[in-house]
């Protein structure tokens, strides 16, 4: 038997829910523990051990200095580097920071301004290393992770697709509420792998899982405002959790012009 | 059958044709409310059908409302159709486990549920989205034996539309709104000031076994002609038309149409149109494994030649633009289907106009590339 992967989980800045992903799949996690050692998880143990590691798990975006050089050590000892989760991937909710003066925000929020160091904009991990998986989500959801290990483990493809949301709504059967009820919904354009969860509980799609592999955020736009939606409040629904993904960011953007 | 066999029942032995059909080992499936739609699940009685309901249908939108009778049939299709028990979104082909070096096949695709399906509710141009697929995954080289499995034995309540929504164009497509083969009973609700009745025509040896169990008596010249005239009413409803005059050869002549580039501005490539079709058949195979290795599966799910993955080849995917993936899907239900399996792909259900977020109409799109006029008079064509 070969020897087990050794995996490693960063965190960079980020709320600590995709990591608890990790640790919230009891059923999985067992058989994850066999089949690999999680030798550095500062979120659940004190053992940190030295790399290179076989698979880097990286949370967070990018928003100091000191991140944006940790990364870089970070990538030079994970053979695979693995972002999870919206910050990770497109900058996360932080990255609201990036159409505001951040400056600004630091002398009305802090009391000591000066011990705040903070970059300009929150950028995701692939701005600044390559990143050989994207696994998005906000948060991650656990089944895609345990399905990504384990497909690494496999040599196989994880079965991950790029695809609308759209599609799990209709496997699942849930009645399309865009057309149904007239609610806005960003399934249409926003990748698969929650299960189409808000749709099932009568909520239009939030977005969290970024940008479907080919979305027209023009088209569903110009069906938001048929539905009543005025071009901020469809603006805001792509400044979310992946407010800087290109192609959220243009569409918001866009209505802002409008 | 050379001679229509009729009968005419009260409204209320509907309930008595459910009881038959569990009764005679049928889980009854057919139309009922969730969701704010008409979807199909399970009938346990009579008052699970969608019991004086409507639907008011468009491009890109659908409402419920309520009617001011107990109709029990007056409206036309929602977002699913029987391929949800015929051809089911998620199929479990073989599981296995590992043995040593080697592996062990631990069961075949999962069986058909146990008892058979009795669909109550499946209009004309549904028994004709029902051939079609027969036609696909029976009639062809290789048989599919899932589909097989769960096809046959089904009994099959057939309804005449008695009226029709905005979107249907089955008229244009020769699929509706009469049911006239493929079924064991079809029922033609007729509603009056003092009367709620159903003609039921029998459609099979087990459909005449079925009605005989039920109180019926015989159907009179006059409700036979109220019976015509309330399916007249849903014929002459239908304002959308699709004309198919020689559509194999002018979608195959205009690949190049500038039509495509417009519709592609509004196609979300989300699928949906693929979804709720009743013909499209494509799956995709996932292999899962646990994270052991010692346990693997093999599915077969829903796959849509909307997504990118649908024709990923070495170096990437064949059509990788919306312009070519909405006129490979179009192209293939209205032409290239005649070639394939003898008929259109398309049986005039509307679903992919509904159903369509953004409203993007099959009907009008054709009607485009022929270069005529927006084909459906005065309706909505989507957001151009």
Known sequence: MKDKPRIAVFKFASCDGCQL????????LLGVAEAVDIVYFPEASRTMLKGPYDIGLVEGSITTHHDAGRIQQVRRQCRTLITIGACATAGGIQALRNWKDVDEFVRVVYATPQYISTLKMSTPIAEHVPVDFELRGCPINKHQLIELITAMLAGRKPNIPAYSVCIEC????????????????????????????????????YGCYGPMESPNTGSLTNQFRILGQSD??????????????WQFRKASEECERA | MAEKTQAIVEAGQIERLIEVLHSRGYEVVGPTVRDKAIVYDRLERLADLPVGWTDEQEAGSYRLKRREDGALFCYVVGPQSWKKYLHPADVRLFSAQRQGETFRILSNPDPPPPGRHAFLGVRACELAAIAVQDRVLLHDRYRDPIYQGRREGIFIVAVNCTQSAATCFCTSMGTGPQAHAGFDLALTELLGPDHHRILIEVGSEVGAEVLAELEHFQASDDVEREAETAVGRARSQIQRRMDTTGIRDLLYSNVDHPR??????????????????PTCFCTTVEDVSDVTGDHAERWRRWDSCFTQSFSYIHGGSVRSSAKSRYRQWMTHKLASWIDQFGSSGCVGCGRCITWCPVGIDITAEVGAIRGATASAGENDHGNT
């Open chain 1, 170 to 205: 209709k496997r699942r059967g849930t009645v399309c509420i865009v057309v149904a009820r007239g609610v806005a919904c960003l399934g249409p354009v926003t990748q698969a792998g929650c299960g189409a969860l808000c749709p099932s509980f009568d909520r239009g799609c």
């Open chain 1, 21 to 28: 992903s990790l640790l919230d799949a009891e059923d999985e």
């Open chain 1, 232 to 245: 901020q409040q469809i603006s805001q629904s792509f400044r979310s959790y992946n407010a800087w993904a």
């Open chain 2, 260 to 277: 495509w580039d417009d519709v592609a501005q509004r196609c979300l490539t989300c699928a949906n149109c693929t979804m709720v079709c």
